[in-house]
């Protein structure tokens, strides 16, 4: 709807698509960027019994601007024998595969980056650009412990995506649609309607559901942690092993994309998991600008609720990433071949034929 | 049609976050899994045994504290054990709880960085600071007796350097009851998490022969099944006096001998210090702690060998004395240099995470490997 | 629980001449002195003779003895030739808790011993580190090499009472 008000204003549509692309990078990506920096430092500091930054202005909200800062300024270091065009096209990849998976997620009811009917597997598709920029990092770093970690990586990533996809087939088998913004609007207010308690028809196959839709949730949960590689799952970039695997070698500004690319994929997967389950940007109480009856209130109410589901779970991600040890990379894909794709099956089979009978 | 594979090998090189010092490690992979590891050590060998030839007897006294550097105390008890002994001295009784007490918080923090720094090996990150919470505070106890957080030259040939700070013993009561619910939090945090026991369970098994062969001993002796403690078995100090047991890995998660019970058995043993340092605090008696310090020291002709427990293990002085007031041999035991040359005999077949497990786990400082 | 003189006993009947005394001099513990080239065995039989049952080798130690004749250089350096090194084995039986102490003696210049790394595999690093410093070489040893030095340190054995440090080493100047 914006892309619509901003062509007729303008008169130009082409200038209007670029205003609509660049805005979820500009409004929501940088700043949640720049903010997801800094909370990580802060939260893990708080859990470790001790304060984080706190010099850089108040309780140290400047933080991420000096480190942006840092990071721009930084030597660009290239080692001799790299294989130069893989090493520098590998940031760029990762790069773009998480800030692409941006464009089909639906913030509010009126914006959203393209309206796309395929939203959600455009979503999953374009989140593999990562495996290919992470290969190419690895190997293009001429270091074994790179290649190590990048060779880890791939494995982890093209596996667990198989029982994201799974789980999400699962919801489409429930709803019918793979447009994001139909699925959100399907999942109507109060959060009885979510998807997680079974969605919004009524009698007993919502009841039914309940039980399975909360094993799919923790499924894809488990599987986008792993997809995103952050701990249980880091052993890509495992400090105490391998420096830092895939990006040992990269420095400056190439390393402030793929540190920001993992911080984007965290925000597009919890926000991914927001919408299918948890009812998108829908409020769980209702609007207050239906009770107010000031209608242009929804949308930003909207807005509000969708950052709260997704910074919840990107909080959840950070804590878990505290708490706990590393997962060995042969257990990893124990769990994910021997335990999360059978139940990821099993689930589907029962939710379909639930949703047939 | 095969591929050809050939072995890579890796060099876990000098620098490197989780070799906890300067240690080389050079790994022979077939893919992950390690078929050989070489250690090249020597990158930290500051000619400790040399030196000592070219000083007095109380002056090798701070060569000493920096030979394990995290466990000062308890090295400075065992040259100071060796003198006493070459020069027949009887030192007090306060002396020795004195040296106790201060032996046994220095095994609790030493155990304290082995197990932080073992989490971050693993990758868990927060039980790290929170063991340097409770290190924090036993450095500050030792800051007020002798001045020094980590090298103390405190233990002296005959006696002490300083008395205690007449608020030592109430601080120290202070310390170990706050200490022991501290442990049980970092059972429920690290010892006892699903992935944690995953990642150690049945890894880097030492069967019980193999490790008396290694003439290994310490932690890693006790966690492979046997009873084997030099305070109870050849006590030395007055060690005698106390009430305390010997954890003994059982396997429990595993097998005996693997990673988990050599971390559980340091677990258990901090524990069992607490129990010591109570028992020494109530027995504590008065006296004067510099009478027995001699004006000179100068042995009698002969050669001895006196050994103690140290937190990694049995450190030994092979101290040869010609009659003069220079040592003319000092010869060091090290534990942690005995005990790290069983790695290759351990990690075979294992991925290269539990190499870095197995490693953690023997838990060297390379200022003792190295001397 | 043997005293050191009922094991010298059953070593002298075992191996006699390889046995060469127990020396009593010094006050805290009495040392048996044995030949370097015949070590392994007495090892072996001390190990596995159920009577003795010496399971553990605590620590393998060099000494230089430095009782050679003080040659004076020409530039004032005093080196020592002739003489002995000396090996000390503290060995300990865990099962019976007796303790013993072994001595050998090898000539200071190419001294040789037989390694003892078969019987106690603890043997391994300290007969390098031996070797590294003083010198001594221990036969049918798997990978004697320098251990705490550089291995390519060419200027002699550290430990050595007439050790001198190079000039230079791979061309940085060592005094420092």
């Known amino acids: 709807m914006i892309f619509d008000t901003l062509s007729s204003f303008l008169g130009n549509e082409i200038i209007a698509g670029i205003i609509v692309a660049c805005l979820p990078l500009f409004l929501v990506i940088l700043p949640y960027a720049i903010a997801a920096v800094l909370a990580e430092r802060k939260v893990s500091a708080y859990m470790q019994d001790r304060i984080g930054p706190n010099r850089t202005g108040f309780h140290g909200v400047l933080q991420p601007v000096a480190d942006v800062v840092k990071l721009m300024l930084k030597e660009d270091i290239v080692a001799s024998n790299v294989d130069k065009p893989l090493f520098n096209i590998a940031p760029l990849l990762v790069f773009t595969g998480s800030y692409a998976a941006f464009a089909a997620i639906p913030f509010t009811s009126i914006f959203i980056g393209t309206k796309l009917d395929l939203g959600l597997i455009y979503i999953l598709a374009v989140s593999s650009f990562v495996v290919a920029g992470i290969l190419m990092g690895g190997w293009s770093s001429n270091n074994k412990y790179s290649l190590i970690g990048a060779m880890r990586s791939a494995a982890q990533i093209i596996s667990y995506e198989i029982p994201t996809f799974l789980v999400v087939v699962t ?50 949960y488990i599987s986008t942690l792993a997809e995103v590689n952050r701990v249980p799952f880091d052993i890509p970039e495992a400090e105490s092993e391998l420096v830092a695997g895939f990006h040992t070698e990269y420095s400056g500004m190439k390393f402030a994309m793929f540190f920001l690319a993992e911080y984007a994929n965290m925000f597009a997967v919890s926000a991914l998991i927001a919408t299918v389950f948890f009812g998108g940007y829908q409020s769980p109480f209702g609007y207050l600008g239906n009770l107010m009856g000031i209608k242009w209130l929804i949308p930003l109410e909207q807005l509000f609720w969708f950052s709260v589901k997704g910074l919840f779970f990107v909080f959840v991600q950070m804590w878990l990433r505290w708490t706990l040890p590393r997962l060995r990379v042969d257990q990893l894909m124990t769990v994910c071949w021997k335990y999360l794709i059978p139940f990821a099956f099993v689930n589907l089979l029962i939710v379909g034929l639930l949703v047939v009978l | ?27 022979e992979l077939d893919g992950e899994l390690v078929i050989g590891v070489r250690p090249y050590v020597g990158y930290l060998h500051r000619c400790f045994e040399k030196h000592a030839e070219a000083m007095t007897y109380p002056q090798v006294i701070p060569y000493v504290d920096r030979l394990d550097y995290l466990t000062a105390m308890n090295n400075e008890l065992s040259y100071v054990n060796a003198c006493e002994k070459l020069m027949g ?45 409770d290190r924090e505070r036993i450095l500050s106890l030792f800051e007020m007796t002798c001045g020094a957080r980590m090298l103390y030259n405190y233990i002296w040939i005959g006696g002490l350097s300083h008395d205690l700070h007449p608020d030592f013993v109430r601080l120290t009561r ?25 990642r150690t369970a049945n890894v880097g098994v030492l069967p019980l022969d193999v490790a008396v062969n290694y003439g290994i001993t310490g932690p890693m002796l006790r966690a492979s099944g046997m009873e084997w403690d030099l305070r109870k078995n050849e006590p030395y100090a007055v060690y005698d006096r106390f009430d305390f047991d010997i954890p003994v890995g059982k396997g429990t998660v595993g097998t005996v001998g693997d990673c988990w019970d050599r971390y559980f058995v340091r677990v258990l043993e901090m524990e069992q210090s607490v129990n010591i ?36 293990g049995e450190l030994g002085f092979f101290i040869v004395s010609n009659g003069s007031v220079n040592p003319y041999r000092v010869k060091v035991r090290p534990p942690s240099f005995i005990n790290l ?14 190499l870095i497990a197995i490693l953690g786990s023997i838990d060297i400082v390379l200022g003792e490997v190295d001397r | 629980m043997k005293t050191p003189e009922e094991i010298f006993e059953i070593l002298k009947a075992a191996f006699g001449d390889a046995i060469i005394e127990l020396n ?10 044995a030949d370097p080239l015949k070590v392994k065995d007495i090892s072996l039989f001390l190990r596995d003779n159920e009577a003795l049952d010496f399971d553990s080798l605590v620590v393998l ?93 060419e200027a002699g054995h550290p430990l050595r009472k007439d050790y001198r440090n190079p000039e230079f080493y791979q061309g940085m100047k060592v005094p420092y």
């Open chain 1, 171 to 220: 919801i489409i088998i429930i709803t019918g649609t793979t447009n994001l913004t139909v699925l959100s609007d399907y999942q109507t207010s109060y959060f009885w309607n979510w998807m997680i308690l079974g969605g919004p028809s009524l009698g007993v196959v919502k009841f039914l559901l309940i039980p399975f839709m909360i094993v799919g949730f923790v499924i894809i």
């Open chain 2, 1 to 27: 049609m095969a591929l050809k594979t050939e072995e890579m090998v890796l060099n876990m090189g000098p620098q490197h976050p989780s070799t906890h010092g300067v240690l080389r490690l050079q790994v």
């Open chain 2, 89 to 133: 001295i009887e030192v007090p009784e306060r002396v020795q709880y004195i040296r106790v007490i201060m032996a046994e918080l220095n095994r609790i923090a030493s155990h304290l960085i082995a197990l932080g720094t073992y989490g971050l090996d693993i990758g868990a990150f927060t039980p790290f600071l929170y063991c340097f919470i």
């Open chain 2, 174 to 198: 202070e310390f170990t009851q706050q200490f022991r619910p501290h442990i049980v939090s970092l059972n429920n945090l690290l010892s006892y998490n699903k992935i944690f026991i995953e």
């Open chain 2, 277 to 312: 340092i109570e028992q020494a605090l109530n027995q504590l008696p008065e006296g004067d702690v510099f009478s027995a310090i001699p004006k000179r020291v100068k042995p009698p002709e002969g050669t001895i060998y006196a050994r103690t427990e140290n937190p990694k």
């Open chain 2, 341 to 354: 040359a069983v790695i290759d005999a351990i990690s075979k077949g294992c991925l290269v995470a539990d």
């Open chain 3, 24 to 33: 009593t001099k010094s006050p805290f513990e009495k040392v048996i002195i």
């Open chain 3, 61 to 153: 130690s060099g000494v230089d003895d430095a009782n050679g004749e003080k040659v004076e250089e020409e530039d004032g350096y005093k080196s020592i030739k002739g003489g002995t090194l000396s090996i000390f084995y503290h060995l300990e039986s865990i099962a019976l808790k007796h303790k013993l102490t072994l001595k050998v003696s090898v000539p200071r210049e190419n001294g040789e011993a037989e390694s003892v790394e078969s019987v106690w595999r603890s043997a391994d690093w300290q007969e390098r580190e031996v070797f590294d410093l003083l010198g001594i070489k221990f036969l049918n040893h798997p990978d004697l090499r320098r251990i705490l030095m550089p291995e390519d340190w």
